[in-house]
């Protein structure tokens, strides 16, 4: 194995003649060097592609953080070579290294990997087989490091099975102290692998695949998962922290152009519009907001370590936030005369407040971005983002006429249910927020649509629906391109393709690790790349290991269809789930559960952190009675609401 000072001698030799070095030098400001001989464990965190988008992932950047700040221990950084720098490096016997150090990832004890979407799994395969390590975890013993993962595609962990040790389900900044911890005492043991793996499903929020296994019917769909070991919890618990910690501010500053220079601040985490198509919004339960004190605080302690001038508020619809006024405001009197751009994701349309939008002027730069995702009220009501069009075009007129010149407008195609005078919708739509613009501003008004596709996700309430195929999806965009053509309107769409990837991952069960295995064999990855993907090499995959690609996405799941990836609990009820799918087929709505709670299943699970965090911290219910000790969280079955005493008094929302 080479050594740190061997990979940068190496380095030398071929970083010339690569794109973009400053991707593999490392050396940034903010960047953290520790002795490595001073600490007893060396984490590496990998985000599986390249630096330029890595760098912009909110998770690591905050468990790098956590982890230096720790006496015993380090974390350094690495991401995934470009082609020619993967060839370069293969050429020469560089292995995948640390951006710090140089080390070799395989010097490392626990290597974890952010998996925030699907299509970072075949690079993850590569990222593991660049780094000399065994790709399939049977394969590596006491001698290799501990390979982790986490991020919102490990809610269905089950396609990287195989691969990865341990995933961390949920939030990672108390779990991964503990899987230090753990680690730290199996060191000291030299004891088998297997004994650390069992130490870790310990863990609250921690899933070891290979104490489980998986049973299926004869006609391919899913039966059961199987403990091989007893103790091991089942089903694995979400992990969260009660309430949300002081946010990182210590963030790297790169040296060459990335898709996102610019802070990014947490300002709450998780969302309560129920919206039925969305995996986040499901999956990130409950609300938790951080104060507009913390928040400013962060604000001016990044922008003092890192120079930045653009703030970005998270998460994506921050302006959610209950106290989102009063944090733009204090922020644009605190750095006035400073030319600090605050930006919002995207910004809710009903009950949009003008002033917000007046507050916004002086900070925000570019587009306002609004995301209906349908463009009929009657699809509105069928995932559940009950806005109506005459509230869509009053806000459009309000942001024209405080002199923004572009809307941006999200929407998705594929819903279920979707006919072609819905798709047709969209272009009527979008011109008539144009009209709007020309009324209000003339010819300098813009429409941006995107149009995306829908896939349906795993743990949401349209689990069940099948996903368009590739005909269904082309006729529709065909569709939109002729009706969304002229001055001030542009159109992006996704690949079809791309679609049904995202949906064979997100959607698998451990079969789809052999796909994987094989697509990655044939020379899949960055799969998220429009000129990377080869979707012939996927077709041959499925082939080869003689599983039907149509079975994963092109099936409507009877309701009581047992599902892959049950065993990992979000804490959202399955019950739930059916009830918001067959409401959805009715037409039926939700409101905001900050405005009423519909007892998703998030109380029964965490009562105990929700009483020991009173008041305005989360956004859900406070509950006055039984107590439910936390160490009962990991492996207890889900229990009804009724056993809970909940206070339905409602929360005041501005
Ligand atoms: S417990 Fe109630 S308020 Fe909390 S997330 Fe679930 S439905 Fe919403």
């Not at 089903?235 to 946010?247: D, E, G, S």
């Not at 919206?275 to 938790?288: N, S």
Request: aromatic residues 10%; hydrophobic residues 40%.
């Amino acid at each position: 194995m080479l050594t740190p000072e061997q990979i940068q001698i190496q380095l030398n030799g071929i970083l010339p003649y690569v794109q973009k070095p400053g991707r593999y030098t490392g050396g940034e400001l903010n960047q953290v060097m520790k002795d490595w001989r001073s600490v007893s464990t060396h984490v590496a965190l990998v985000f599986p592609d390249i630096y330029d988008i890595g760098m912009s992932n909110l998770g690591l950047a905050i468990l790098y953080d956590l982890i230096n700040l720790r006496s015993d221990a380090l974390a350094e950084r690495a991401y995934s070579p470009w082609s020619d720098m993967e060839a370069a490096m293969r050429q020469s016997g560089i292995p995948l290294y640390s951006l710090e150090s140089k080390h070799s990832l395989a010097d490392f004890d626990i290597i974890g990997f952010s998996l925030p979407y699907e299509t970072l799994y075949t690079n993850t395969l590569n990222a593991i087989h660049l780094a000399d390590i065994p790709i399939l975890a049977a394969d590596r013993d006491e001698s290799h490091p501990l390979l982790i993962a986490g991020g919102h595609a490990a809610f269905n962990p089950e396609p990287m099975h195989a691969f990865i040790d341990a995933f961390v389900i949920g939030e990672g900044e108390e779990v991964i102290q503990e899987i230090i911890d753990v680690y730290q005492e199996w060191k000291k043991s030299d004891t088998r692998r297997e004994v650390l793996l069992q130490a870790l499903a310990q863990v609250w929020g921690v899933y070891v695949p290979s104490l489980y296994r998986a049973e299926y019917y004869a006609d391919g769909t899913f039966a059961r998962i199987e403990k091989l070991w007893q103790d091991a919890p089942l089903p694995v618990v979400k992990r969260i922290v009660a309430k949300l910690p002081p946010p990182t501010t210590n963030f790297i500053v790169p040296y060459i152009e990335t898709i996102h220079n610019r802070i990014p601040i947490e300002i709450m985490r998780g969302c309560t519009r129920g919206c039925r198509f969305c995996h986040a919004g499901m999956i990130t339960r409950p609300v938790r907001e951080r104060t507009v004190d913390e928040a400013a605080q962060a604000i001016e302690s990044a922008i003092e370590k890192t120079g930045f001038e653009e703030i970005s508020l998270l998460p994506l619809l921050s302006s959610d936030y209950t106290h989102i006024l009063e944090l733009v405001n204090a922020v644009s009197q605190r750095f006035s005369g400073r030319h600090l751009s605050v930006s919002l994701p995207s910004l809710r349309i009903e009950s949009f407040s003008v002033d917000l939008m007046d507050a916004l002027k002086d900070t925000r730069r570019g587009g306002f971005t609004l995301a209906p995702e349908a463009a009929t009220e009657r699809m509105r009501q069928i995932i559940n983002k009950p806005v109506s069009t005459a509230q869509l075009l009053e806000t459009a007129r309000a942001i024209y006429s405080r002199g923004w010149s572009t809307i941006k407008l999200y929407f998705m195609i594929g819903h279920p249910s979707e006919t072609l005078e819905d798709v047709q919708a969209i272009a009527d739509l979008c011109k008539a927020v144009l009209a709007e613009g020309r009324k209000t501003i003339g010819r300098r008004a813009q429409v941006n649509a995107g149009v995306s596709t829908f896939v349906p996700k795993p743990h949401t309430p349209f689990q069940w629906v099948p996903c368009d195929t590739v005909e269904q999806i082309l006729a529709k965009q065909t569709l939109l391109k002729k009706a969304l053509h002229g001055q001030g309107l542009k159109l992006t769409w996704n690949n079809p393709e791309d679609t049904l990837l995202e949906a064979w991952l997100s959607r698998g069960d451990r079969r789809m690790a052999d796909v994987l295995y094989q697509a990655w064999l044939g020379g899949a990855k960055f799969d998220a790349w429009k000129e990377q993907f080869r979707y012939d090499i996927w077709l041959e995959a499925f082939q080869k290991c003689g599983l039907n690609p149509e079975f994963y996405t092109h099936r409507e799941r009877p309701i009581d269809e047992v599902f892959p990836w049950e065993h990992i609990s979000t804490s959202v009820r399955k019950k739930f789930l059916t009830e918001d799918y067959l409401w959805s087929l009715q037409g039926k709505t939700r409101v905001d559960c900050r405005e009423r709670c519909f007892a998703c299943g998030i109380l029964p699970t965490f009562a105990d952190l929700r009483r020991q965090n009173p008041g305005e911290v989360w956004q859900c219910p406070e509950v006055k009675s039984k107590k439910i000790p936390v160490e009962a969280i990991q492996g207890a079955r889900l229990e009804e609401e009724n056993s809970i005493g909940i206070n339905h008094q409602l929360i005041t929302i501005p």
